[in-house]
């Protein structure tokens, strides 16, 4: 069974400040996800990554994945409120079929 | 963009009746989707992986003969929880992939209560 572990589970911080939620794996993966979910509403997705050490970024995000693609961590550079939300990490597993499994979340709140 | 659209956003129904949910890509052609339940302040739970053409693989534990689902065409997938009880009540999300690309685009949810 793989299982995507996620630090922290709850986080809340002043506005401005700077974050890292880290998600990790015993497994590797071939790509991983990273999704935005808010109340209520279905998760959006923000990144994929696919080979080991790559860095993206979005605006004040930045995604890396680990070298050997067992892990991954979300940096969110100067949090604004908008930022606030549940934050997942979802890696795909190739077994005889392929599917999508999450991580348990980081829910974030950032205080004006 | 890849939209998804989920239906009904929410359902509420009387325990021992039977829900239908419907999954539409809206501008692709979806081969894979995939069914998930959340729980309040949990993640998303894998119940179920349906091809076009083809029966859905349940995930373990989730039983096939009270959520039934069907994937008839490359933009419809449909979930429907057979005599729901009150612990069926849940937030249903559905993602579709395209072809073999790796992101899924999710669905709005579907809260169902049943009481």
């Known amino acids: 069974t793989q299982l995507l572990e996620q630090s922290p589970q709850f986080l809340s911080i002043q506005e401005g400040e700077n974050l890292t939620v880290y998600c990790n794996s015993s497994?590797?993966?071939?790509?991983l996800q990273w999704y935005r979910q808010e109340p209520g509403e279905g998760p959006v997705l923000l990144v994929t990554v696919v080979t080991g050490g790559e860095v993206k970024k979005l605006k004040r995000l930045t995604f890396q994945f680990g070298d050997a693609r067992k892990d991954s961590s979300l940096h969110i550079t100067a949090a604004q409120p908008g930022d606030t939300g549940l934050y997942l990490c979802a890696g795909e597993v190739k077994t005889s079929y392929d599917k999508v499994i999450f991580g348990p979340g980081t829910s974030l709140s950032v205080i004006p | 963009g890849a939209v998804v659209s989920q239906h009904p956003s929410r359902v509420i129904c009387k325990s021992g009746t039977s829900v239908k949910i419907e999954c539409r890509s809206l501008d692709f052609q979806a081969t894979t989707m995939f069914w998930y339940r959340q729980f309040p302040k949990q993640s998303l739970m894998l119940m179920a992986t349906?091809?076009?053409?083809?029966?859905?693989?349940?995930e373990q534990g989730v039983e096939k003969d009270k959520f039934l689902i069907n994937h008839a065409s490359l933009t419809l997938s449909t979930l429907t929880v057979t005599s729901a009880h009150p612990e069926d009540s849940s937030f249903y999300i559905c993602s579709a992939r395209r072809g073999t690309k790796t992101e899924a685009f999710f669905g709005q949810g579907t809260r169902l209560t049943v009481v």
């Open positions: 349906s091809n076009e053409g083809s029966k859905a693989t349940y």
């Open positions: 497994s590797v993966f071939s790509s």
